[in-house]
């Protein structure tokens, strides 16, 4: 089974900041590595998928990179209506998750 | 697209429960799609996956108790959950499936299984 690590697990950072977050495969992933956004009590959305590929109407201050094994989102420049909880998704090989990171404003 | 759970409650140990997830927005039948569960120890996990031709994989916590199935006619997708344990608590989603991965989800139903 491939597990997913996702760090942090909590950022704090203020508006206009950049933000990155990571996420570290136990195996090769190829580029199958997807984003999502929760806002509290909200579904899940894709922000990016097959690492770099931006969601049609996301924000274009979000972004996708890696290859292989090492993967990150970054926010160019954090705004209000980005707090939420961040996951990340492998789908080569059946579906894991990272364990997400809660992103606050500071 | 949109996807709606329903079917959630409370249930004893060892009972069983149907979830159901009404889908529409989109041609039902040409996808497959997901259940999702979400704790807030544990996070996210997957938990089945069913093809646009009915074919069925399961992640082996479920293995044997749960059945997903799924009425291309009705545009609905079912989580049949049988022998249920009190780690089976939890959010559940449904979800799409292409070649993106997993693209729209559902609100989500809780299931509590406690006594």
């Known amino acids: 089974d491939i597990q997913m690590t996702q760090s942090p697990s909590f950022l704090s950072a203020s508006v206009g900041d950049r933000v990155t977050i990571n996420c570290k495969a136990s195996?090769?992933?190829?580029?199958?590595l997807n984003w999502y956004q929760q806002k509290l009590g909200d579904a899940p959305k894709l922000l990016i998928y097959n690492t770099n590929s931006l969601q049609t109407g996301i924000p274009s201050r979000f972004s996708g990179s890696g290859s292989g094994t090492d993967f990150t989102l970054t926010i160019s420049s954090l705004q209000p209506e980005d707090v939420a909880t961040y996951f990340c998704l492998q789908h080569n090989s059946w579906w894991t998750f990272g364990g997400g990171t809660k992103v606050e404003l500071k | 697209v949109q996807l709606i759970e329903s079917g959630g409650g409370l249930v004893q140990p060892g009972k069983s429960l149907k979830l159901s997830c009404s889908a529409s927005g989109f041609t039902f039948s040409s996808y497959g799609m997901h259940w999702i569960r979400q704790t807030p120890g544990k996070g996210l996990d997957w938990v089945s996956h069913i093809t646009s031709s009915s074919g069925t994989v399961y992640a082996d916590a479920v293995k044997g108790r749960f059945t997903i199935s799924r009425d291309n006619a009705n545009n609905t997708l079912y989580l049949q959950l049988s022998s249920l344990k009190s780690e089976d608590t939890a959010i559940y989603y449904c979800?799409?499936?292409?070649?993106?991965?997993?693209?729209?989800w559902g609100q989500g139903v809780m299931v509590t299984v406690s006594s």
């Open positions: 195996q090769n992933i190829n580029r199958y």
């Open positions: 979800a799409r499936s292409n070649n993106m991965g997993i693209d729209y």
